[in-house]
């Protein structure tokens, strides 16, 4: 069982402060905070000026960590937290040698007791395959065999 959260904040950058993000992520509860130290219990999605990213980490009562990886890139931006006060989380981010900068956010329960399936998302072949099968089922297509092509 999981808990969706929204999430949204700020982060400061070296030439502009105050870049908003946003999106949401999955915390599965039933993973001890001891366990932690060294598993993820979080999942999700932010966007923001760069685009969408993934993210990856944990959140307990006092920290929240997370990794973010724009879709398409290979450069990861490590996300750490602090509980504040009001509902606020304080924190940081780094990402390479020198990359760092201020960010806060909320992260707010939205629906409790979600059980996620795991489903298998296709490639764009293996979802291309199945929509030619689909449309062969159906009567839309007709498959002709390649060397009946290739003669004429």
């Known amino acids: ?64 960590k997370f990794d973010k990886i724009y879709v398409g890139k290979d450069t990861v931006i490590n996300y750490e937290f602090s509980k504040g006060e009001n509902g606020l989380w304080l924190g940081e981010y780094s990402y390479g040698l020198s990359g760092r900068g201020k960010t806060v956010c909320k992260a707010i329960p939205c629906f409790d007791n979600i059980t996620l399936q795991q489903r298998r998302i296709p490639s764009p072949e293996e979802w291309a395959n199945s929509l030619v099968d689909q449309m062969v089922e159906e009567g839309m297509l007709t498959l002709v065999d390649e060397r009946e092509c290739s003669s004429e």
């Open 1 to 64: 069982m999981a808990t969706m959260y929204a999430i949204s904040g700020f982060f400061n950058e070296r030439l502009a402060s105050g870049i908003p993000f946003g999106g949401f992520c999955f915390v599965d509860k039933d993973i001890q905070e001891e366990v932690l130290k060294s598993s993820t219990n979080l999942t999700g999605v932010l966007t923001d000026d760069y685009g969408s990213a993934n993210i990856e980490g944990s959140l307990t009562s006092d920290s929240l």
